[in-house]
Nanobody, 116 residues
Framework: QVQLVESGGGLVQPGGSLRLSCAAS????????MSWYRQTPGKERELVAV????????NLADSVKGRFTISRDNAKNTLYLQMNSLKPEDTAVYYC?????????WGQGTQVTVSS
C-alpha cells in the first residue's frame, strides 16, 4: 500500500527557513517522480516542485525559484523541500505527491505558516 507522510511544517517569521520531509513506503521509491504541492483555502492546489526518480531532473514553480530546493534520498525513501527566504504568501498546507498504479497518491499535508 502506497503511503506518504509529510512532516516539518510549522510557524516561521518572514525570511526564515523550514525543511519539509515526506516519508514514502509501499512502492519502489526510486522508480517514481515525486512532487510537492501546496493549497490555501479557496484556491486550487498548485504544483510547487517536482523531481525525477534519480534526483537529477528538478523543476520549481516561478514563485519559489531561487528560494526553495527539492531533493530526495532514495536510500531513505524520503523526499525533501528546503524552503528559504519564506514569505507570507508561502503560507499553505504542503502535500507530497506521487503517481503510481494508475492514480495519484497524497500525504496528509503539513501546515506552513509564515507570519510576523
Amino acid at each position: 500500500q502506497v503511503q506518504l507522510v509529510e512532516s516539518g511544517g510549522g510557524l516561521v517569521q518572514p525570511g526564515g527557513s523550514l525543511r519539509l520531509s515526506c516519508a514514502a513506503s509501499g512502492f519502489t521509491f526510486s522508480n517514481y517522480a515525486m512532487s510537492w504541492y501546496r493549497q490555501t483555502p479557496g484556491k486550487e492546489r498548485e504544483l510547487v516542485a517536482v523531481i525525477g526518480g534519480a534526483g537529477t531532473t528538478r523543476n520549481l514553480a516561478d514563485s519559489v525559484k531561487g528560494r526553495f530546493t527539492i531533493s530526495r534520498d532514495n536510500a531513505k525513501n524520503t523526499l525533501y523541500l528546503q524552503m528559504n527566504s519564506l514569505k507570507p504568501e508561502d503560507t499553505a498546507v504542503y502535500y507530497c505527491n506521487t503517481r503510481a498504479y494508475g492514480r495519484d497518491y497524497w500525504g496528509q499535508g503539513t501546515q506552513v505558516t509564515v507570519s510576523s
